[in-house]
């Protein structure tokens, strides 16, 4: 079965971390952009991070920029995302995303993904 799979979201207070986890199974992230995708209550579901098909090319949206870190380890087929310094509004579902052989849009987009991931929940709440 080809699915993604998040986990490591949960409920902290501001200014804490958390790192999001997105795995792979029935296929390789290898040769695919990954994005994350937050969608929060009553908004409409925005790019967070994506880490290109290009080694080394990584986009944040402007909330994400210099809090959020998103990396890749192909050994594990797993695609990271570090965020630190959080704040009330990162709360919200976050989504990984994948897309065979397309580059990253900016600010962390990635169009039109071929898998999508079940969601993991976001709280960051005092």
């Known amino acids: 079965q080809l699915q993604l799979v998040e986990s490591g979201g949960g409920l902290v207070q501001p200014g804490e971390s958390l790192r999001l986890s997105c795995a792979a199974s029935?296929?390789?992230?290898?040769?695919?952009?990954v994005a994350w995708f937050r969608q929060a209550p009553g908004k409409a579901r925005e790019g967070v991070s994506c880490?290109?098909?290009?080694?080394?090319?990584?986009y944040y949206s402007n909330s994400a920029a210099g809090r959020f870190a998103g990396s890749r380890d192909n050994a594990k087929n797993t695609v990271f995302l570090q965020m630190n310094r959080l704040k009330h509004e990162d709360t919200g579902m976050y989504y990984c995303?994948?897309?065979?052989?397309?580059?990253?849009?900016?600010?962390?987009?990635?169009?039109?993904?071929?898998?999508w991931g079940q969601g993991t929940q976001v709280t960051v709440s005092s």
């Open positions: 880490v290109s098909v290009i080694p080394g090319n990584i």
């Open positions: 029935g296929f390789t992230l290898d040769g695919y952009s």
């Open positions: 995303a994948a897309r065979a052989g397309v580059a990253c849009g900016y600010y962390g987009n990635l169009s039109n993904p071929d898998y």
